[in-house]
T-cell receptor, first 111, second 117 residues
Framework: DQQVKQNSPSLSVQEGRISILNCDYTNSMFDYFLWYKKYPAEGPTFLISISSIKDKNEDGRFTVFLNKSAKHLSLHIVPSQPGDSAVYFCAARRSSYKLIFGSGTRLLVRP | GAGVSQSPSNKVTEKGKDVELRCDPISGHTALYWYRQSLGQGLEFLIYFQGNSAPDKSGLPSDRFSAERTGGSVSTLTIQRTQQEDSAVYLC???????????????FGEGSRLTVL
């Protein structure tokens, strides 16, 4: 039972444009959501998070949107840069329970 | 160092042998996770230690897999009688999850790449 789903395995965008990565979840009890970025041969690194009491959180070029009624969150990167090319994982958790990850989306930002 | 440390970084073993992977979490972190990433796949949850609570072992794929966390710090993931399908990168992460006011962000190590021939 995949509770966190990233249905797009890959995404390619032009440098300077917006990248939108999507994530869906099934467990309405999740109360915290995170995005991680992973480069090859490295561990994932934390990017941005959002609590279920909010619908938007912004940090520089990165914004996460949460739509609780649709059980959907998205990560927007504006403007996209070639260095943003990586695999992006969304993750969700309930209280102090385990963090569950999606399968990841590989982003390629073309110069 | 200040981060999560994992060893070995690379391990090649023969099918049927046992392997041990070690994780040194960030000092003071109460929660410790093991995940694995097979080639082209996402992060698969294996096991979760939180303080003194019983670990959540729901992600361990078979009884050949076990993990322990000694003294609330270092953790060892053991795979007995390794199989080729065990080949993956095994990632350890730690966090302050569960402490009041903390968001529970996970800090990952660089992983241990296991290859079973």
């Amino acid at each position: 039972d995949q509770q966190v789903k990233q249905n797009s395995p890959s995404l390619s965008v032009q440098e300077g444009r917006i990248s939108i990565l999507n994530c869906d979840y099934t467990n309405s009890m999740f109360d915290y959501f995170l995005w991680y970025k992973k480069y090859p041969a490295e561990g994932p690194t934390f990017l941005i998070s959002i609590s279920s009491i909010k619908d938007k959180n912004e940090d520089g070029r990165f914004t996460v949107f949460l739509n609780k009624s649709a059980k959907h969150l998205s990560l927007h990167i504006v403007p996209s840069q070639p260095g943003d090319s990586a695999v992006y994982f969304c993750a969700a958790r309930r209280s102090s329970y385990k963090l569950i990850f999606g399968s990841g989306t590989r982003l390629l930002v073309r110069p | 160092g200040a981060g999560v440390s994992q060893s070995p970084s690379n391990k090649v073993t023969e099918k049927g042998k046992d392997v041990e992977l070690r994780c040194d979490p960030i000092s003071g972190h109460t929660a410790l996770y093991w995940y694995r990433q097979s080639l082209g796949q996402g992060l698969e949850f294996l096991i979760y230690f939180q303080g003194n609570s019983a670990p959540d072992k729901s992600g361990l794929p078979s009884d050949r897999f076990s993990a322990e966390r000694t003294g609330g710090s270092v953790s060892t993931l053991t795979i007995q009688r390794t199989q080729q399908e065990d080949s993956a990168v095994y990632l350890c992460a730690s966090s302050l999850a569960g402490t009041s006011g903390n968001t529970g962000e996970l800090f990952f190590g660089e992983g241990s790449r296991l290859t079973v021939l």
